[in-house]
């Protein structure tokens, strides 16, 4: 399988974090979406080069009066289709959504190509192009970084937390939304590693959210808010939420989960008031616990 060194591929985002990648055999430039709900709608989609000669293959869902861009990354062996329950929401409020397939997805050509190193590496160079060329074709737009599992490592990494790959903090994201986390993986995560994490952070998890293997107590997912720099972070915890919370949460749980993660990003991505000052009020209700650091 596929290991090259890890730092040879990381050497690579220095070059990367702030160059435009031009698509290559893209489609046509993403329309506004004309459904009504995007959820049932199908992500246009481009071609990136990566510098080791991949193609990355991008979803975009593109929001028809667009104020922001989420660059989103999807958990271990997932798709970016796979969250089109709440990636529709935030293009319903303005959010255009950017969403690589990293080659640990079961949905990969390459998969089985790639190990689990290399699937660390690739998706922080995948990130690095992605913002790039959302740079380039969303000029002026803000960069939220949002991601589940082992993306919500690689958003909170965008954010500026410092894992054994070093700083990769990017200063144009402005917020960071996280679903459930990727534990405190050895050898990955140091106990310094969310220090550094000033962006403005927003965690979602339950206390049923276990990974065979990786997480065993699900206070692990609390780490990124608890040790991160203090100061615009905010925790939401679900009674009963397992790790695929973010696709199973009930109507009232998702209803929450969207206004939580809307006006976060509304609030530090855009800067809008109104969306602050519900955010400052929100309470939750019973089987759902909030904190604010």
Do not use: C
């Not at 903090?169 to 993986?185: T, Y």
């Amino acid at each position: 399988m596929t290991s090259r060194p890890l730092f040879t591929r990381l050497s690579l985002v220095l070059l990367l974090a702030f160059a435009p990648a031009a698509p290559v055999l893209a489609q046509a430039a993403p329309a506004a979406v004309a459904a009504p709900n995007p959820f049932v709608a199908a992500a246009s989609h481009v071609e990136l080069p990566a510098p080791d000669g991949r193609k990355i293959d991008v979803s975009v869902w593109q929001a028809a009066d667009e104020r922001g861009v989420v660059i989103f990354s999807h958990g271990f062996g997932g798709s970016p289709a796979s969250y089109r329950r709440i990636l529709a929401q935030w293009v319903d409020e303005g959010f255009t959504v950017v969403a690589p397939l990293h080659v640990d997805s079961a949905r990969h050509p390459a998969r089985a190509s790639y190990d689990g190193q290399a699937a660390f590496s690739t998706r922080i160079v995948d990130l690095a192009v992605v913002r790039g060329f959302a740079r380039q074709t969303h000029a002026g737009k803000p960069l939220i970084a949002a991601g589940h599992s082992f993306g919500s490592l690689m958003s909170l990494i965008e954010g500026g937390a410092v894992t054994v790959a070093g700083p990769l903090g990017d200063p144009d994201v402005k917020a960071v939304v996280a679903f459930s986390s990727a534990g405190d993986l050895a050898g990955v995560i140091g106990p310094d590693t969310y220090a550094a994490l000033k962006t403005p952070t927003l965690m979602i998890t339950g206390d049923a959210d276990l990974v065979e293997g990786y997480v065993t107590d699900w206070h692990a997912h609390r780490s990124p808010f608890d040790r991160a720099a203090p100061g615009d972070k905010m925790l939401l915890v679900f009674e009963g939420g397992d790790h695929s919370l973010v696709a199973n949460a009930d109507q009232p749980d998702f209803d929450l989960i969207v206004q939580a993660s809307t006006d976060f990003m509304k609030s530090y991505g855009l800067g809008e008031a109104a969306a602050r000052a519900r955010l400052d009020t929100l309470s939750a209700p019973a089987g759902v616990s909030l904190e604010r650091r």
